[in-house]
Each structure stands twice: as structure tokens, then as C-alpha cells.
């Protein structure tokens, strides 16, 4: 496969989030990442999905709940919620929570709660 550069505004999936999905960009791409930034009081709601994934706080207070465990996580750390867990965050902060989000799976299988 050739390597190829894809813009982060060509993957806008949501005002807030960007998507690279493996399997909509290559033939064997076993992953999917997720760019988000999110306002204060903003975040992701409670699911869950059927693999391990690891989200890169880049920037900002985030509050993670992963099972019965909220924690508080400061830009600069990762995070890792196992397969089958219900997990969410808020962004906690007062400026822009980012994140980055690593799925091992060439298309996002997420189930909303």
C-alpha cells in the first residue's frame, strides 16, 4: 500500500470529532482513531465496545467513568478501558478537553448505553 496523507478536516465526523476509520482507508488498516475536542461540560456518553480502548488526553480536566470507577485525568496521560466496559468522560476543565482515541478494530463497533 502506498502511504497516503489524509487532511484531519476531510474526517469530520461531528462538529466535535474527527474519524479515521481503517477500513474505509485501506485494505488490512486494523484500526480506528477518534480526534475530539470538547467544551467544558461536554464529553462522551456511557458505552461500550467489544475490544480494549486507549484514549490519549492531550489537553484539558477530563472525568472518566469506566465501570462503577469515575477518575479524574489531567491532559498528558492515557487511559486504557478494557473490552465490554461501559465507559463515558466530561470534560471537567474550565478551557478545551482534546483527546485522541485509539480503537483496535478497522471500523468503530460502539454500543450507546
Known sequence: MT???LPLSDLEKSPTAKLFEG???GDGVAASIFVTNH???KGAALHFHP??????VLEGDATFTA???RIE????????VPAETP??????GSGALRIVSFHPNPEVVQTWL
Open 3 to 5: 502511504p497516503r496523507v
Open 23 to 25: 477500513a474505509k482507508h
Open 39 to 41: 467544551p467544558p461540560g
Open 51 to 56: 475490544y480494549t480502548e486507549v484514549f490519549l
Open 67 to 69: 465501570g462503577d470507577e
Open 73 to 80: 485525568v489531567p491532559g498528558g496521560n492515557f487511559v486504557v
Open 87 to 92: 465507559h463515558g468522560f466530561e470534560n471537567t
